[in-house]
């Protein structure tokens, strides 16, 4: 498995192992949002501001990816859904393992919702795509989450460990999922995925201290880092942010040492 660890050295720090990711694959579910249309410029932002990768379709690699120069992380993402169809939260793979390589992708991605209508299609496809990786030596990055209709609350430690465990049942490298509002409870969920654990960023936030809170807290309780979108390429300061984020990540900063950065 030489090759997938040299990959993985690719989208997380090797002094750490820790991440700093960015999605940038929300042009499918919500179209052209702030942040996602002048992609080479988002992207080199985010580049200079320390993210150790950035996740596309595979359609928007050729328009922006690693073009200011610094070394980033390419996750191509598999999966899609748009906020148009009956029920968004079924996720489709759209893009195979071998198109991912062809690219030069460093890691691929997929998106997994426990309790939706269509789960039982999601687990299969994350199990025949685990299968590819791992034939390939190719890292493989799993978005899963409780959505559905019986879901009362997506940040329940129970069912967000649960999310995590599953990812790491069906041999996920990194598994991404909720941050379940304090240290203790996410403990849980990092103790029962076994595999390394980053968090998502949710909704955009007002406030850039809660943002980096939420790092900092996930770090304490043993998260791997952050895989975070709208947070950062929606940011009035996006070079800022993320070198905020890759400070507390990364170097173990503390929230005031963030914002100062980000001043």
Same mark, same amino acid.
């Given at each position: ?5 040299? #990959?993985?050295? #690719?989208?997380?720090? %090797? ?44 359609? !928007? ?10 070394? !980033?992380?390419? !996750? ?22 071998? =198109? ?27 199990? &025949? ?5 791992? &034939? ?10 409780? %959505? ?20 790491? =049942? ?12 304090? @240290? ?24 850039? &201290? #809660? ?8 770090? =304490? ?6 895989? @975070?979108? #709208? ?9 800022? !942010? ?14 005031? &040492? ?6």
């Amino acid at each position: 498995m030489l090759g997938k660890s040299i #990959r993985m050295e #690719r989208i997380m720090d %090797r002094n750490t192992g820790r991440a700093v990711i960015v999605p940038m694959d929300h042009g499918i579910s919500l179209g052209p949002v702030e942040g996602l249309v002048d992609m080479k410029k988002t992207i080199d932002m985010i580049s200079q501001g320390g993210a150790t990768g950035v996740v596309l379709h595979k359609g !928007i690699v050729q328009y922006g990816h690693r073009s200011f120069g610094h070394d !980033i992380g390419l !996750i191509v993402h598999l999966s899609a859904s748009t906020s148009l169809g009956s029920d968004p939260n079924d996720k489709v793979i759209v893009t195979t393992v071998e =198109e991912a390589i062809k690219m030069g992708a460093d890691a691929v991605s997929i998106h997994v919702n426990i309790g939706s209508n269509t789960e039982t299609e999601m687990l299969r496809d994350f199990g &025949e795509v685990e299968r590819i990786c791992h &034939e390939w030596g190719m890292p493989l990055l799993v978005m899963i989450y409780p %959505r559905g209709k019986n879901i009362k609350d997506s940040f329940d430690v129970d069912l967000v460990k649960h999310c995590a465990r599953v990812g790491a =049942e069906l041999g996920a490298d990194v598994i991404k999922t909720n941050y379940t509002g304090d @240290i203790d409870s996410f403990k849980e969920v990092v103790k029962g995925a076994l595999a390394p654990v980053v968090i998502a960023g949710g909704p955009k936030m007002d406030s850039d &201290e #809660r943002l980096l809170q939420m790092v900092k807290d996930s770090i =304490e309780a043993g998260g791997k880092g952050v895989s @975070i979108g #709208r947070n950062v390429f929606q940011h009035r300061n996006v070079v800022g !942010i993320t070198k905020a984020m890759a400070a507390v990540v990364l170097h173990d900063a503390t929230v005031e &040492e963030a914002l100062d950065i980000l001043k």
